[in-house]
């Protein structure tokens, strides 16, 4: 006789049965779209995270060279991130709507032509932003940095220029394997790059006698080196024959239409990475500016890696959208969002739970001052309401660039955070004088503002195939 599952066998005893159980799942969720965005977001996640940590990484060995080494790489990777990286992230999101559509409305062929178009925007761009990195010093000193923080920061960013092209060109073919549903490869093609960075920058820095300069620049090699991967297995795999039939002259007729999607898609990411910097700088005019700076850093951080883990769903939901639009299925594309909506806001109160728990660990991560763990404790409920809406919008984000709704969502992030938000972090922090609180309640009044208006425009916006493929090829004629 076959053996019985104990669960089951308890749940047979309090009177349920396992297809009930199965049943009331099914009723609160969609178990099986759960099951598909799950597998796509977790390593989407592995993959965002991996990135992340290579500029973490030259941040910490630049760190251990001295404290003015340790601040310039930290204002460099800061405004590097802003600057230029975010930007790079975002002029990408045009492909989540046009390779995600084309592939969901079989049109194959047309995903290598959009992501050689978008590569070329990004190109022209990189050359843009590396100029304004490489005169970056009088600009930082201009904010009222120290020179010479500022000055370590320019030769941090300087160094950091060829790794800002790769990150680019990264970001674009990360798009064109998303909307295809080809993310397994994409954890290896990041994972391995970071773990040769660790040795390749230390031998930069320490051995081959770079120093501080061979802290951006082993970043940039590692970059480069995950792009040299990704092409080669691009160029390779027979899972992309259809989709990328090598170069052609005929993206370049491609390039201004695509810039429609694109620079909103960039300013959409640019005014909400803004918005997290702008408040790390007021903390700076607090009257206790040293604490203040240190909690408010400590608090952007802690909302940025968590919301790695929604940008993971933003990646599948935007993709699930855009394959289903293309495709003509509006009902599945809403079922997608619904299930993500669901799945992130899960993941949030995981996140909230860890925090209301263990914030006094995870704040000495950052310092042992007790001050400032005391005050982050006191943060922590602000700091979680503020995760909860992060994660709704960023699911909501994905969902505008899957439909290609960016002009929409690029309007409302400028509403939201600078006529709301900022306004707001102001009136609190500094007129009614409740301080690095009331910086933190004013970017949460941004973040439900924002949240709201994408939830509205998601809801009331008419969900029929946005045939942006053939849009396109009309505007070329």
């Known amino acids: 006789m076959a053996s019985t599952s104990p669960l089951v066998v308890y749940f047979e005893k309090v009177g349920f049965e396992t297809e009930g159980v199965n049943g009331f799942m099914s009723k609160v969720i969609d178990v099986n779209e759960a099951r598909t965005q799950l597998l796509f977001s977790v390593p989407m996640i592995l993959t965002n995270m991996s990135y992340y940590a290579v500029t973490l990484v030259a941040v910490m060995f630049a760190g251990h060279l001295g404290d003015v080494e340790l601040a310039g790489a930290t204002l460099g990777n800061s405004w590097g991130t802003v600057t230029g990286l975010s930007l790079m992230t975002g002029l990408s999101g045009a492909l989540e709507t046009l390779c995600g559509q084309g592939y969901g409305a079989k049109q194959y062929r047309m995903l290598g032509i959009y992501l050689q178009s978008s590569i070329i925007i990004t190109t022209f761009f990189s050359i843009l932003i590396s100029f304004s990195w490489y005169f970056s010093e009088p600009v930082l000193i201009w904010l009222h940095q120290d020179p010479d923080v500022a000055k370590m920061a320019c030769i941090y960013l300087r160094f950091l220029i060829p790794g800002l092209f790769a990150y680019a ?175 992130s806001c899960f993941l949030a109160f995981s996140v909230l739970l860890l925090l209301a728990f263990g914030h006094n660990l995870w704040a000495r991560f950052f310092t042992f001052n007790p001050s400032i763990v005391q005050e982050f ?23 505008a660039r899957g439909c290609g709704w960016q002009h929409l969502a690029a309007w409302t992030n400028f509403v939201a955070f600078y006529l709301i938000g900022v306004p707001l972090a102001l009136l609190f922090g500094f007129k009614l004088g409740v301080h690095d609180k009331g910086l933190w309640l004013g970017l949460i009044c941004g973040l439900f503002c924002q949240a709201t208006t994408l939830l509205i425009i998601t809801i009331r916006s008419k969900w029929t195939k946005l045939d942006l493929v053939a849009r396109y090829e009309r505007l070329l004629v």
């Not at 201004?256 to 700088?281: D, N, Q």
């Not at 700091?383 to 994660?391: E, H, K, Q, R, Y």
């Open 377 to 399: 404790a006191s943060m922590t409920p602000l700091l979680a309401a503020s995760i909860l809406l992060d994660s709704a919008q960023g699911v909501l984000s994905g969902v």
């Open 169 to 343: 060109y990264l970001q674009c073919v990360l798009r064109f394997l998303q909307t295809q549903s080809v993310v397994i490869p994409l954890v290896f093609f990041s994972v391995l790059p970071l773990v040769f960075d660790v040795g390749l920058t230390y031998l930069l820095v320490h051995t081959l006698g770079f120093g501080f300069m061979g802290a951006s620049l082993g970043g940039s090699i590692s970059l480069w080196i995950s792009v040299l991967m990704l092409a080669i297995y691009v160029n390779c795999s027979e899972k992309f024959r259809y989709t990328w039939e090598g170069l052609s002259m005929e993206s370049f007729q491609h390039v201004f239409p695509s810039l429609k999607l694109a620079i909103p898609s960039a300013v959409m990411v640019f005014l909400e990475y803004c918005a997290f910097e702008i408040l790390v700088l007021l903390a700076g005019l607090m009257p206790n500016s040293e604490n203040s700076t240190s909690l408010i850093a400590m608090c952007v951080n802690t909302e940025a890696i968590s919301f790695m883990i929604t940008y993971g769903f933003s990646a599948a939901v935007s993709t699930r959208v855009s394959n289903e639009m293309g495709a003509g299925n509006t009902r599945k594309a809403k079922n997608a969002v619904s299930v993500t909506l669901k799945l």
